[in-house]
């Protein structure tokens, strides 16, 4: 074992490639080479973990000896929050670990089956062509970051829990404070806030009337106000800003592999491997962090009680260990393995819902528009390098005549 080997980064290494907005950066494929699992220096003189490798970060996730709450992890950025963390609050489960995590994971597992997700199939079709004719309305050109990527899935999402479609704005605008790099701590809480508030009115609504919807059907349980306001915006902001990055940055990415984009046109039964090999090749959840609870040996190393180990997804899903030809984008490729919606206990809960809502939109815009093409140069495509969920700010696109 070699708990005292060098380190390999001082800090999370984000600098992206420059002219590859698909590809993770340089460094963490190279540390993944040496060693899947490196030491790696924290901001805060903590001196903790890197896992680059598929089959370290995999095992990570799927052992119950590293705990997912917050209040025991050191953070990888510079800039970040300094000092032990808050736990997490009543509801946001990602923060915690069994028997907590779960309680509210039985909750909501039956919500969000296969079966209950693809019953939505063609509801989601409906939303995606009310956008698309709204696209097509507007004249020839979009950011489709806004006019079709954002509100499909937030459509899908509000419908799914009862909440207006019209506040949808204000929800992702705190959403997205909360999830950027560069926000400071204050901005982080003051959305935190707001968003709380909002959901805290909407469950009382519920609770005094209560609609059909997945809000209404969890006050019917023994969840107190708090857990309900906390679980609730938990789902709403998952559903909001994910999927929509994966369809935006899905969209870019054939775009800018027109024989990948030709192929999904040609089969359009190839849309369910198009969606788990895109969820690989890009990689938008980029990286998580886990603590472990006691002394772990892993990949030839010991981990130590307390020590972090932050897990790098967009590293994993590239390892030519687990996938051949890892850097190219093959929507042929059987990506079974992927870890782009997580693994082990907190696997991504609504990862059968945004399978529907992919494999609804990112074929029915290219029906639409045949011709759709990028009305910027790439490089002048503005990259989320700044957020926790990777993808793109926005998109220009145009469509018909040149």
């Not at 895109?278 to 886990?290: G, K, P, W, Y």
């Amino acid at each position: 074992m070699s708990h005292d080997a060098p380190f390999a980064a001082s800090t999370l290494l984000t600098a992206r490639p420059a002219g590859c907005p698909f590809s993770p950066p340089d460094a963490l494929g190279r540390i993944r080479d040496e060693r899947p699992l490196a030491r790696m220096r924290y901001p805060d003189g903590h001196d903790g973990w890197l896992a680059t490798g598929h089959a370290a970060v995999r095992a990570v996730l799927a052992d119950p000896r590293f705990s997912a709450r917050y209040e025991l992890m050191h953070y990888p950025l510079p800039g970040g929050p300094t000092g032990e963390l808050p736990p997490a609050p009543p509801g946001d489960m990602t923060g915690m670990d069994a028997p907590e995590h779960t309680r509210y994971r039985r909750l909501l597992m039956g919500k969000f089956t296969v079966r209950r997700m693809a019953l939505l199939t063609e509801r989601v079709g409906e939303i995606t062509t009310e956008h698309l004719d709204a696209m097509e309305r507007g004249g020839r050109t979009a950011d489709l970051v806004r006019a079709y990527a954002q509100p499909v899935p937030a459509h899908v999402i509000c419908e799914l829990l009862g909440v207006p479609f019209a506040d949808r704005d204000l929800f992702h605008r705190h959403t997205v404070t909360l999830m950027s790099l560069d926000a400071t701590q204050e901005e982080r809480t003051a959305a935190g806030t707001r968003l709380h508030e909002y959901m805290g009115s909407l469950v009382a609504a519920k609770r005094a009337a209560p609609t059909d919807d997945l809000l209404s059907d969890l006050t019917t349980g023994d969840l107190t106000e708090e857990e309900l306001t906390g679980l609730g915006g938990l789902l709403l902001a998952a559903g909001l800003d994910t999927t929509a990055n994966m369809i935006a940055h899905g969209t870019f990415a054939l775009l800018r592999h027109p024989d990948q984009l030709a192929a999904l046109r040609a089969d359009p039964d190839l849309a369910d491997r198009a969606v788990e090999e895109l969820m690989r090749f890009l990689s938008v959840a980029h990286t998580t962090l886990r603590v472990a609870l006691e002394d772990v040996e892993l990949a030839g190393e010991v981990i130590r009680a307390g020590e972090t180990v932050t897990l790098s997804i967009e590293a994993a899903n590239r390892d030519p260990e687990r996938f051949p030809d890892p850097d190219a984008l093959d929507l042929h490729r059987r990506a079974i393995g992927h870890l782009g919606f997580g693994h082990g206990i907190h696997q991504c809960l609504g990862q059968q819902l945004a399978r529907v809502e992919m494999r609804v939109a990112l074929p029915a815009l290219f029906r639409r528009f045949p011709d759709l093409r990028l009305a910027v140069d790439p490089g002048e495509v503005p990259l989320r390098t700044d957020m926790n969920i990777y993808g793109v700010h926005r998109l220009p696109v145009a469509w018909g005549g040149a």
